[in-house]
């Protein structure tokens, strides 16, 4: 029983930019598309589009407030410059 030497594999380039790929399995599938589900009732759309803009309502004013701010400063800024 002699030692069976392993066979050395010697990869050759050859330029070729396209690589084989025949021996991959899988791949990509598209996602099944979900099934059509009918809008929300009008009741319900109003009621969810009224508890967000309450949750907005003082950040949108505290915003606004800073915005303007910010404009009396450059306007008082800009004054006193002429």
Do not use: H
């Not at 330029?15 to 996602?31: E, K, L, Q, Y």
């Not at 109003?46 to 915005?67: E, Q, R």
Request: charged share 20%.
């Amino acid at each position: 029983m002699g030692k069976q030497k392993k066979e050395k594999i010697v990869y050759i380039d050859d330029g070729r930019t396209i690589a084989d790929m025949s021996n991959v399995s899988g791949g990509f599938r598209m996602p099944e598309r979900p099934k059509y589900v009918p809008p929300a009732p009008l009741k319900e759309q109003l009621s969810t589009f009224w508890n967000a803009m309450k949750m907005m309502f003082l950040p949108m004013l505290a915003v606004v407030g800073g915005i303007m701010l910010i404009f009396v400063i450059v306007l008082i800024a800009f004054s006193l410059a002429y």
